[in-house]
């Protein structure tokens, strides 16, 4: 029992007794067998209502009952001190409210300490720092052997940039109630802010020597030495700390910090490996941690291997948290081992809560690793817990598309992936693919019929205009369209190389040479991979121009590039 809770039920056992509700314990059963006979009193007194309330704050099982027994009192006697004091107490959730309680039980009682202290407390809590200032000062003259009326007034005045004053208050404080750990480690730092360096050490000195066995002072002058530049000395601080507790965390994320500043690597991964190792320090912070740690390239690069086993030890510490594994994930496929990386969310196949993220994963790097039988395999076992997910049926007729030619059944993949989407934009995309591969199948017909379905549902799909529009020009059929296809694409994708030589390509086709060199030679020069499509058109426009020479060079750059050679000797010849 706490000592205001301890006087809460005295006071409480108290008032009963004076209202005859408990009996006495000494025995006696002629007069106060009497007194219990007698009638409860009455519901409507301010002392019945106000004995109510503190009954429910003793047992702490009702707050909303005490509350309202106590604006039951307030409605008797608006004035009630006591009880405006137990509300403020009851509603510090709500600061603003709490205020308007704390001012009403102070002006009822000027003199009560509880009262003022619970005050200052708001005042705070509400951000009136003046009023608070103004406050504490007269707290303190009522209250002066109370420490934390110095510690909170100080504090107050150094927020309102008076740390002189700040200083005055600390050190009468010792005049007054001696030395104490608390007040002098708030003067050390107070002496450190105004870069007293000399005094502050001293203070950091005597608290060592007054409180040998506290590891926070060792940690605060070894702290203050750092800023000193006294390196060793501050080592010799933290051994002694570590000394006294070897697994604090406080002491740990000091030291971390000490060694990350003087550039010690090793040992600031060291003590980062502590850090990720203890219970003691959130999760989040870990993973905000390990993210800042391979923001730097050159950092990350030349201490991979140790950043590894920081990764390793988050996933050893916290199994149950899925964000350890795609951490440690992430490592692996940065240093390149895909194959790992693949491996560990193999293992991780079992867990419910994230499966489909699990097997998107594995899907995704099996693909990136150009293996379609196992893209598949795994395709197939998520969608015996998928089964109505379209993205799953996406990458399935993708495999059968890309991989094996077998158009039919990527047909039936991409028809279950739109039977089950769900926004238009998706369905447009899956048309998209249904055009494709009707296409490669030498259906043309339901080729244009799936692109136009496409484009019903998203007209902005600049994947389908593009395509639809090449797929026209090859065909020398509805040229005007297809222009006007291949024009949407490059508006919603400006830059793209392949949209471009579309464009320019369906110009060349309506014989608008001129007007498709613009963006043929935009399309060759934002084109990084050396497509020899691209530079095949290009030599094919520049011939139609009379521009034989540039001709020639492009057409010899696809050949280099993997172009088929009887194509480019046939146009060679042209030259002749």
Same mark, same amino acid.
């Given at each position: 029992?706490?000592?205001?809770?301890?006087?809460?039920?005295?006071?409480?056992?108290?008032?009963?007794?004076?209202?005859?509700?408990?009996?006495?314990?000494?025995?006696?059963?002629?007069?106060?067998?009497?007194?219990?006979?007698?009638?409860?009193?009455?519901?409507?007194? =301010?002392?019945?209502?106000?004995?109510?309330?503190?009954? +429910?704050?003793?047992?702490?099982?009702?707050?909303? #009952?005490?509350?309202?027994? /106590?604006?039951?009192?307030?409605?008797?006697?608006?004035?009630?001190?006591?009880?405006?004091?137990?509300?403020?107490?009851?509603?510090?959730?709500?600061?603003?409210?709490?205020?308007?309680?704390?001012?009403?039980?102070?002006?009822?009682?000027? #003199?009560?300490?509880?009262?003022?202290?619970?005050?200052?407390?708001?005042?705070? =809590?509400?951000?009136?720092?003046?009023?608070?200032? &103004?406050?504490?000062?007269?707290?303190?003259?009522?209250?002066?052997?109370?420490?934390? @009326?110095? +510690?909170?007034?100080?504090?107050?005045?150094?927020?309102?940039?008076?740390?002189?004053?700040?200083? #005055?208050?600390?050190?009468?404080?010792?005049?007054?109630? $001696?030395?104490?750990?608390?007040?002098? =480690?708030?003067?050390?730092?107070?002496?450190?802010?105004?870069?007293?360096?000399?005094?502050?050490?001293?203070?950091?000195?005597?608290?060592?020597?007054?409180?040998?066995?506290?590891?926070? @002072?060792?940690?605060?002058?070894?702290?203050? *030495?750092?800023?000193?530049?006294?390196?060793?000395?501050?080592?010799?601080?933290?051994? &002694?700390?570590?000394?006294?507790?070897?697994?604090?965390?406080?002491?740990?994320? !000091?030291?971390?910090?000490?060694?990350?500043?003087?550039?010690?690597?090793?040992?600031?991964?060291?003590?980062?490996?502590?850090?990720?190792?203890?219970?003691?320090?959130?999760?989040?912070? &870990?993973?905000?941690?390990?993210?800042?740690?391979?923001?730097?390239?050159? /950092?990350?690069?030349?201490?991979?291997?140790?950043? $590894?086993?920081?990764?390793?030890?988050?996933?050893?510490?916290?199994?149950?948290?899925?964000?350890?594994?795609?951490?440690?994930? +992430?490592?692996?496929? =940065?240093?390149?081992?895909?194959?790992?990386?693949?491996?560990?969310?193999?293992?991780?196949?079992?867990?419910?809560?994230?499966?489909?993220?699990?097997?998107?994963?594995?899907?995704?790097?099996?693909?990136?690793?150009?293996?379609?039988? !196992?893209?598949?395999?795994?395709?197939?076992?998520?969608?015996?817990?998928?089964?109505?997910?379209?993205?799953?049926?996406?990458?399935?007729?993708?495999?059968? /598309?890309?991989?094996?030619?077998?158009?039919?059944?990527?047909?039936?993949? %991409?028809?279950?992936?739109?039977?089950?989407?769900?926004?238009?934009?998706?369905?447009?995309?899956?048309?998209? %693919?249904?055009?494709?591969?009707?296409?490669?199948?030498?259906?043309?017909?339901?080729?244009?019929? *799936? *692109?136009? &379905?496409?484009?019903?549902?998203?007209?902005?799909?600049?994947?389908?205009?593009?395509?639809? !529009? *090449?797929?026209?020009?090859?065909?020398?059929?509805?040229?005007?369209?297809?222009?006007?296809?291949?024009?949407?694409?490059?508006?919603? #994708?400006?830059?793209?190389?392949?949209?471009?030589?579309?464009?320019?390509?369906?110009?060349?086709?309506?014989?608008?040479?001129?007007?498709?060199?613009?963006?043929?030679?935009?399309?060759?020069?934002?084109?990084?991979?050396?497509?020899?499509?691209?530079?095949?058109?290009?030599?094919?426009?520049?011939?139609?121009?009379?521009?034989?020479?540039?001709?020639?060079?492009?057409?010899?750059?696809?050949?280099?590039?993997?172009?088929?050679?009887?194509?480019?000797?046939?146009?060679?010849?042209?030259?002749?």
């Amino acid at each position: 029992m706490n000592g205001r809770n301890g006087l809460l039920i005295c006071l409480a056992t108290a008032i009963l007794l004076s209202c005859g509700v408990v009996r006495p314990e000494n025995g006696s059963k002629t007069k106060n067998e009497a007194a219990v006979r007698e009638p409860r009193p009455s519901d409507t007194t =301010a002392s019945f209502h106000y004995t109510e309330g503190i009954l +429910r704050v003793v047992t702490g099982d009702d707050p909303v #009952s005490a509350v309202r027994a /106590f604006e039951k009192v307030l409605e008797i006697d608006s004035t009630h001190a006591p009880s405006l004091f137990e509300l403020a107490q009851l509603t510090m959730d709500e600061p603003e409210k709490a205020l308007a309680y704390s001012l009403r039980a102070n002006a009822s009682d000027t #003199s009560n300490v509880w009262y003022r202290a619970q005050l200052g407390q708001l005042l705070i =809590a509400t951000e009136r720092y003046d009023s608070a200032l &103004k406050l504490y000062e007269s707290l303190l003259a009522m209250s002066p052997d109370n420490p934390d @009326n110095y +510690r909170l007034l100080a504090a107050l005045y150094e927020q309102q940039k008076q740390p002189e004053k700040a200083l #005055s208050v600390l050190d009468s404080s010792v005049n007054r109630i $001696g030395k104490t750990e608390m007040l002098s =480690a708030q003067r050390r730092q107070l002496l450190l802010n105004m870069h007293r360096y000399d005094l502050a050490l001293a203070e950091a000195l005597e608290l060592v020597e007054n409180y040998p066995y506290d590891e926070a @002072n060792l940690v605060a002058l070894a702290e203050l *030495y750092a800023v000193l530049g006294k390196d060793s000395l501050a080592q010799d601080a933290y051994d &002694k700390a570590l000394s006294i507790a070897p697994d604090n965390i406080q002491t740990v994320a !000091s030291l971390n910090e000490f060694y990350k500043h003087k550039k010690d690597n090793v040992r600031f991964l060291e003590t980062t490996g502590q850090l990720f190792r203890s219970d003691a320090l959130p999760l989040e912070i &870990k993973l905000n941690f390990f993210d800042n740690l391979v923001k730097t390239p050159n /950092f990350y690069r030349d201490y991979y291997f140790q950043i $590894g086993n920081l990764a390793s030890a988050l996933a050893v510490t916290h199994p149950d948290d899925f964000r350890t594994t795609e951490l440690y994930a +992430r490592h692996l496929i =940065a240093g390149g081992r895909v194959d790992e990386a693949v491996k560990l969310y193999k293992s991780h196949r079992d867990d419910s809560a994230r499966r489909k993220q699990i097997y998107s994963e594995i899907i995704d790097m099996e693909a990136y690793l150009k293996r379609p039988d !196992s893209v598949a395999l795994y395709t197939e076992e998520a969608l015996a817990y998928f089964p109505t997910d379209p993205d799953l049926y996406e990458q399935k007729g993708n495999i059968a /598309f890309h991989y094996r030619q077998d158009y039919k059944e990527a047909e039936a993949d %991409y028809k279950m992936a739109l039977k089950y989407a769900g926004s238009d934009s998706l369905r447009s995309i899956l048309y998209g %693919y249904l055009g494709d591969n009707a296409h490669a199948a030498g259906n043309e017909k339901a080729c244009f019929r *799936y *692109y136009d &379905k496409g484009l019903q549902a998203d007209s902005t799909n600049a994947f389908i205009c593009n395509n639809y !529009s *090449y797929f026209l020009s090859l065909k020398d059929a509805r040229l005007d369209f297809a222009l006007d296809l291949a024009r949407r694409a490059t508006r919603l #994708s400006p830059n793209n190389p392949t949209y471009l030589d579309t464009y320019a390509w369906v110009l060349y086709r309506m014989g608008r040479y001129e007007e498709a060199r613009v963006p043929m030679r935009q399309a060759v020069s934002l084109d990084r991979s050396d497509n020899p499509e691209l530079m095949i058109h290009y030599g094919d426009i520049l011939y139609a121009l009379n521009d034989r020479f540039m001709a020639s060079f492009y057409w010899k750059k696809a050949l280099e590039n993997g172009y088929d050679a009887q194509e480019i000797e046939k146009r060679l010849k042209q030259l002749e």
